[in-house]
Structures are given as C-alpha cells and as structure tokens.
C-alpha cells in the first residue's frame, strides 16, 4: 500500500464553494477515495461511481491475486502457448517496456519470482539463498516477454516466468477514472488509490493543488507539498511493504540485477502530467537510482522526481532529499526540516 501523499486543498480564493461529495472502497489490495467537487450531486455520483468502477476493471483484469485475472492466465501459461489479453492490458505492458527501457532493467515487470522467493506475496518474510537468488534471476527478463501488437497476445517463454504489474497498474486505473470522470460536468476532482493521488479540474478553493508528501520515517508528518494545476503523484518507499530480520529492514522493491531489495533510497517521488506515468516512473525512480533517475525525470516533458536518501539516520534533513529541475519548482519544504 502506497501511503506516501496527502491532498491539501488550498484556502486561497473567496467566492461560492462548489459541492463535494466523496466516496471510498476497498479495491487493488487498498482503499480507493474519489472525490468530485461541481454543482450537480447526482451528476457527481454518477461520475464518483464510474470512476470506481474503472479501478475495479483493472484490478479485474491486472492482479495477480486474482486466479480469475488476465495477468493470472499469462503467468499460469509461461512457457507455454500465447494468451489473448485486452487491450487495456496490452497498453500497460507496453507502457512498463517504455519504463523498463529508461531505467536499463532496473523496473522489470517479470520480478514476480524474486518478489514471491523473498516471501512478500504471502506476507511471509525470509531470506533466499543466494543459490536461489542466482537461479531465480534467469527468469527475470521483460526483454523476453513475446508481445504481438496485432493479435493482442502475450506470451513468457520461460517456465516459472512470472508478471507483476504492482508497478504501474494503479496509475493506469487513475487515468481511467479520469477519463470516466471527465465524461460528467464537474468543477474538479480527486482520486487517490492508495496513496497514488491524481487531481483534476480547478480545487475547491485557490488555482492549485496542493498535495502533502509524507516524512517516510515518520508518516504523521508533512516533508513537503508539491503544488500542480493537475496531474498525479506517486512515491515508492522502502515502508511501504517490507518486514525486519535480525534489525534489518527488507522492502519489497527488488532490484532484478541483484535479486536483492534495493538499498539507498528512502523514497522515490513522481510527479507528471498522468497516472501511469507517476506510478511506473516511482518505481523506476527508485530502482535507477539518484542520478539515472534524475536524468530520466529531466528528459520527459513535465515530469519531477524527488528522492529521499538513506543514511542510516531515522530522522530526514533537507540534506537528505534531492530534486529533478522541475521538482524544484514544484515542491516546497514544511518548516521546521533541518
């Protein structure tokens, strides 16, 4: 679960306040909040209600939790024959090539056997023999996944060969509620799926957006705000999903050239124009490391990366946290950070 942004209206502007109306469920293994601010309730609820069920198609048809899933049929079929999938799934596996491209391998969506070998599917946390890692890692390898654009089929060739696109496909399931959003007459809306935010249209109150970034040490508090006229937030961190052994702490952000989880960074922050963007590009950002990462965020158009690095202290300094050139503009420090 992704606990890392927070939404912060801004309380700028005078004038008649629109309507708000908000709703939650549980969907994708987290809590799905969408709210919608205009002047038509029923037009809000219609739309509150399509977005919702815009995420649970792509819980539907992406998780690897369900045996029912698109995702679930490729994995049980590797090695062997291709499997026809939709074409919302077709999209995100050839939007995470474009992230798996960008980041020279480090975001591979074929880590489900490390992932799993480490123990975070069950939540059952232990160590592999290197032995294991080693043999485990000649199934990682996105570069070999066969998909054909025109058929719509996907096939991994390798037996034990397994997808996971916990990466990427919540930003996705943002941008198509969104998308479901916007087809009903609203003054601005907010949908945040486990701490994935995306926001839309003009705030309540103010021009901007203003979305909190939690301390990852301490996610009572508030490191910073990024402020947007819209777009999406994402932030991968080693708190989100880890377990401790022996005082050591093991997040369940693999490293594929490793076998390991990643070491080095606290959090890793995107901000961009989309979803997907913002919920692939965390994860990439946070397995290339400080300066590819940066470099990365830089050569896309409206995109920022903000990392917090790991020193071994249990307290953040600005010291700590490092910023892609339009990050810079975007983010502002809550006082008192040293």
Not at 175 to 183: E, G, K, S, Y
Not at 251 to 270: F, K, M, Q, S
């Amino acid at each position: 679960m992704r606990l890392a942004a927070l939404v912060l209206l801004t309380l700028l502007s005078a004038g008649r306040e629109p309507t708000r109306v908000s709703r939650a469920w549980p969907v994708m293994g987290t809590l799905l909040v969408v709210t919608a601010w205009g002047d038509d309730t029923g037009a809000m609820l219609r739309a509150i209600h399509a977005a919702r069920d815009s995420v649970r198609l792509v819980d539907s048809l992406m998780s690897n939790y369900r045996p029912t899933s698109e995702l679930s049929a490729i994995n049980r079929a590797a090695g062997g024959a291709p499997v026809r999938v939709s074409p919302e799934l077709l999209h995100v596996l050839l939007e995470a090539r474009s992230y798996w491209r960008l980041s020279g391998g480090a975001f591979d969506p074929t880590i489900g056997p490390l992932v799993e070998a480490w123990g975070f599917y069950g939540d059952r946390g232990r160590i592999p023999s290197a032995r294991a890692l080693d043999s485990l890692r000649a199934l990682v390898d996105f570069g070999a996944v066969e998909i054909d654009t025109v058929a719509r089929t996907v096939r991994l060739p390798r037996r034990g060969m397994q997808l996971d696109l916990g990466g990427i496909a919540k930003g996705y399931a943002l941008d198509l509620a969104r998308a479901a959003m916007r087809t009903v007459p609203l003054r601005g809306g907010m949908i945040d799926l486990g701490g994935n935010v995306l926001v839309f249209g003009h705030p309540p109150r103010g021009t901007s957006w203003r979305i909190g970034i939690r301390d990852p040490r301490d996610t009572r508090d508030i490191l910073g705000y990024v402020s947007l006229d819209s777009g999406a937030v994402a932030t991968s961190g080693d708190y989100e999903h880890y377990y401790m052994i022996g005082g050591v702490r093991y997040a369940h952000l693999i490293d594929p050239r490793t076998g390991r989880p990643a070491r080095g960074v606290i959090a890793a922050t995107a901000i961009g124009p989309r979803g997907e963007w913002s919920d692939g590009l965390s994860a990439t950002l946070f397995l290339a490391g400080v300066a590819r990462g940066r470099t990365i965020a830089d050569s896309l158009s409206g995109v920022g990366a903000l990392y917090v690095l790991d020193h071994g202290d249990s307290s953040i300094t600005r010291a700590d946290v490092i910023l892609s050139t339009r990050a810079a503009r975007w983010f502002t420090f809550e006082q008192p950070l040293h």
